[in-house]
């Protein structure tokens, strides 16, 4: 079968980096994209700019990841049956997702449209870039359609073994992205908007990239059978894509609420926390690549029911995820102001501050990065089995632990350790993954080879 990759054969160390660096390397140049935005409206407009997308940050993190766990949820089910060699099985799961991804795309643009100002009045986002980051979102949240179709595909490929075709999505994507990047914010001085609307275009582009290479493999292609919505297969993907998208949602609340207590800290320090959150999506790249191998590693191993070989494929996921991780830490403790420097312009002294700031976060985050890699190794691998309950739960841990760090970190400790909640956020979830993982395997049929 032409473009896709069976994981239940061969050793695990080898098939995982062989699905994970392709996916890596997309998420590199989809974080690039975003980085390099950053670093245009940072370089161009300055510090007030940089602070008004990043007062949105959580806010379009929260649209992106919901989207991104009913799409995940949704391809589990293509994983298990492509693992258990049923491909009429494969079709109908996907027909029924496409049908139910187009319905949720069209309410997720109206619900998001109408909390958008009431919710950064609740932010408390300061007045002098309001409006900015308001303008924004609704643009950003009105592509939902376009984050939608790209998902659906990126994700039905992963299920199936493709990890090539995220890629060159994803690097197509940038190289438009960047392109129209420096001509919108630069000749043609759209501001902000023009960084923003630049993203929606590339990301058009890459929706229609994923789409073109889903259906170019052989045995996919929906039949009107395929997208009549059937009860059962719909309960199934529901099952498993609204717990990762509220999931998902959960963790942005968290987040929004610290985005919320950095706001009453000024300009200087959203600014600050706004350089350092775009480098958060590079340094866990590889952590959510390792995860995404995972998820189909585990799918297609259920499927077929080589139950020894899940175990086998997580502890290697681990070795993997922990030299990564360790590597990742340090060259950022080293090297990270420099990298900084790239966000961040204005006078002497708001460069001095900001840097100051966004240096601190940095260095906290990096010192616990393994703790991130696990939680993404144990997330995707207990999705890739079918349970959606346990990653549920470990958003809740995550936002009672980020959100209690936020509001007593600062009253005791300062605002410049306010960032220690987010590795705290991250132990606690991997807690309750590690308990569900265990207790999923233990669950299990009779090992088999």
């Not at 090539?164 to 190289?175: D, K, N």
């Not at 936002?399 to 605002?415: D, K, N, Q, T, W």
């Amino acid at each position: 079968m032409k473009n896709t990759k069976n994981m239940t054969v061969g050793k695990p160390a080898v098939l995982l980096l062989q699905f994970a660096l392709p996916l890596m390397a997309g998420n590199l140049f989809q974080e690039f994209y975003t980085v390099a935005d950053t670093i245009i409206v940072g370089q161009f407009l300055g510090v007030t700019a940089l602070a008004a997308i990043g007062a949105g940050g959580w806010i379009t993190w929260m649209m992106a990841a919901a989207i991104q766990g009913f799409t995940q949820g949704f391809s589990i089910p293509a994983a298990q049956a492509f693992g258990a060699g049923n491909k009429e099985l494969v079709r109908k799961n996907m027909g029924n997702a496409a049908v139910m991804s187009v319905l949720l795309s069209v309410l997720l643009v109206v619900v998001g449209e109408l909390i958008l100002e009431p919710l950064l009045v609740l932010l408390d986002t300061p007045p002098e870039i309001f409006a900015t980051t308001l303008m924004y979102l609704r643009i950003y949240y009105a592509a939902c359609p376009v984050m939608m179709a790209y998902n659906y595909a990126a994700c039905n490929l992963r299920a199936l073994g493709n990890s090539q075709a995220p890629l060159q999505a994803m690097v197509l994507a940038s190289i438009i992205n960047i392109g129209l990047d420096l001509l919108f914010v630069g000749p043609f001085k759209w501001g902000v908007a023009g960084a923003v609307i630049a993203t929606v275009i590339a990301q058009f582009f890459a929706a229609i990239y994923a789409m073109y290479s889903l259906f170019r493999i052989d045995f996919i292609y929906l039949t009107r059978e395929d997208l009549r919505l059937q009860p059962g297969v719909c309960k199934k993907l529901l099952v498993l894509g609204a717990p990762m998208s509220l999931q998902n949602i959960i963790i942005s609340i968290g987040g929004i609420i610290v985005q919320f207590i950095v706001n009453q800290f000024g300009i200087t320090f959203i600014a600050g926390f706004t350089a350092t959150n775009r480098l958060y999506g590079l340094i866990e790249t590889a952590g959510i690549s390792y995860g995404y191998a995972m998820t189909t590693y585990t799918g297609q191993n259920k499927g077929a029911g080589l139950y020894k070989r899940i175990h086998q494929g997580v502890l290697t996921a681990h070795v993997i995820g922990l030299i990564t991780s360790v590597t990742i830490s340090v060259i950022m403790i080293f090297f990270g102001k420099s990298i900084l420097s790239l966000f961040i312009t204005g006078t002497p002294a708001e460069i001095l501050a900001t840097t100051k700031v966004a240096y601190r976060y940095l260095f906290i985050m990096s010192m616990f990065l393994p703790i991130l890699y696990s939680l993404h190794i144990l997330r995707s691998s207990l999705m890739g089995l079918g349970n959606s309950s346990f990653p549920m739960f470990s958003g809740i841990a995550e936002l009672i632990m980020r959100v209690a760090s936020s509001f007593i970190i600062p009253v005791y400790f300062g605002e410049m350790n306010l960032f220690f909640a987010e590795p705290i956020a991250w132990a606690g979830a991997v807690i309750v993954l590690l308990c569900g993982y265990l207790l999923c395997m233990s669950q299990l049929p009779v090992l088999k080879k």
